[in-house]
């Protein structure tokens, strides 16, 4: 283990004797890193969430691209097929529903009393605040309610 063979007379030096337990304690503080590198399963952890946020990002953004385009073909396939009168009527149909959704949302405005409207304000930047949670339990109950469901087809 000695870098100094036994047959060597002479004593190492002090200064070769600093030398070698300062090499020997850099490589010791490497190897105690490289562990605790391993051992830190929150840092690893972290950044495994990392790459999967990053993956799912760009997964996310490449299928909105295809969805996006797929209902833009579908879209003019739609209109290329469809008669005009049909075309014309839907898009007064559209129109209509529009405004009438927006006078019922007015409505529903001038007449839901401040206290409710308060409330609901409430809930929804509870909601927004809890978002993930409340994400995840739903698609868990989601599951839930469709594995009962198959359960009871068997």
Do not use: C, I, N, W
Not at 20 to 26: D, F, K, L, N, S
Not at 33 to 62: C, F, I, Y
Not at 99 to 127: C, Y
């Amino acid at each position: 283990m000695s870098q100094y063979s036994r047959s060597d007379t002479s004593a190492p030096r002090p200064e070769e004797l600093r030398k070698a337990v300062a090499h020997t304690r850099e490589k010791l503080g490497q190897t105690v890193e490289a562990l605790a590198a391993k051992v830190d399963g929150k840092s690893q952890a972290m950044e495994k969430a990392a790459d999967l946020r990053t993956h799912a990002v760009a997964k996310a953004a490449t299928l909105t691209g295809q969805l996006r385009e797929t209902a833009e073909h579908a879209a003019r396939l739609a209109k290329d097929k469809a008669p005009d009168p049909a075309v014309d009527k839907a898009a007064h149909a559209a129109a209509q529903l529009r405004s009438t959704a927006a006078r019922v949302g007015q409505l529903a405005a001038e007449r839901t009393p401040d206290l409710v409207a308060d409330k609901v304000g409430q809930g929804a930047s509870a909601a927004r605040a809890y978002r993930t949670p409340l994400l995840v339990g739903f698609a868990a109950l989601g599951v839930l309610l469709l594995v009962r469901r198959s359960r009871r087809h068997r």
